[in-house]
């Protein structure tokens, strides 16, 4: 079965043209055209990618995102208005996978779409055995992260981040090199890679394994048990 794609826009034209272009590439479609049903189609219709409009009428995107994140790890592309790089740093941060900036070209996003869906499918293709760094094992197979056996909630750039890192304990890699193996088919720029890796430590912290992702100043990151 094709790949269902919600689309959370407010606007009615542009809602009609990308669920014309989604139908178009074979993708099904649900649209919503605020945040609270937005959320209602999300918990009903479990769809494998939401396109979600920032500036939307009561519960706005970045909040919507919030809820979608707490939920789970559906890959989430942001569709904003705001091309200021501090705004999209912060829907990065909150664990969308892409954005895009309003005025776009449909198949600009239909593109990123694609590209998503395919990263996000990959890892389910993965035949690796589980990586394991110190207490924090991350199956790529299974698109799993444990500490000492408690699952990490991780968005789905944020897994593709560690899993990288986690091939080559020990090893510094740059943000250039981070953000090509994480994102390789978005325009996202270096700072994502700090977003992500921000959250990503955060969550190493919360399940009471600090001290494994190192920052390496004027390289990038490095993952390492002890030291």
């Known amino acids: 079965m094709s790949a269902l794609i919600l689309i959370v826009e ?23 055209a605020d945040g609270l049903s937005a959320l209602s189609a999300f ?10 409009d920032v500036m939307l009428p009561g519960k706005n995107g970045l909040d919507v995102l919030k809820a979608v994140r707490e939920g789970g790890s559906t890959p ?31 198949r600009e996003v239909m593109a990123r779409v694609k590209a998503v869906l395919r990263r ?9 055995k589980p990586l394991r760094v110190g207490p924090l094992e991350v199956d790529p197979r299974a698109v799993t992260a444990r500490v000492d056996g ?35 088919d978005s325009d996202a720029l270096e700072r994502v890679v700090d977003a992500h890796l921000a959250s990503v430590r955060r969550k190493l912290d919360a399940a009471h394994a600090p001290g494994l992702l190192h920052t390496v100043r004027g390289v990038g990151y490095r993952l390492e048990a002890g030291g």
């Open 10 to 32: 407010d606007e009615p034209q542009l809602a009609e043209v990308l669920e014309a272009y989604a139908r178009q590439e074979g993708y099904r479609t649900e649209r919503a």
């Open 43 to 52: 918990r009903a219709a479990s769809p494998d990618l939401i396109l979600l």
């Open 76 to 106: 989430v592309i942001l569709v904003t208005a705001r091309a200021e790089e501090t705004d999209q740093i912060v829907g990065l941060e909150l664990g969308a996978d892409d954005y895009v900036v309003k005025p776009f070209r449909p």
């Open 120 to 128: 996000a499918s990959a890892a389910l293709d993965a035949t690796e």
């Open 150 to 184: 408690v699952a990490l909630s991780l968005t789905p750039a944020e897994f593709r981040l560690l899993a990288h890192l986690a091939e080559s304990p020990g090893r510094a890699f740059t943000r250039e090199e981070l953000l090509s193996a994480a994102l390789p």
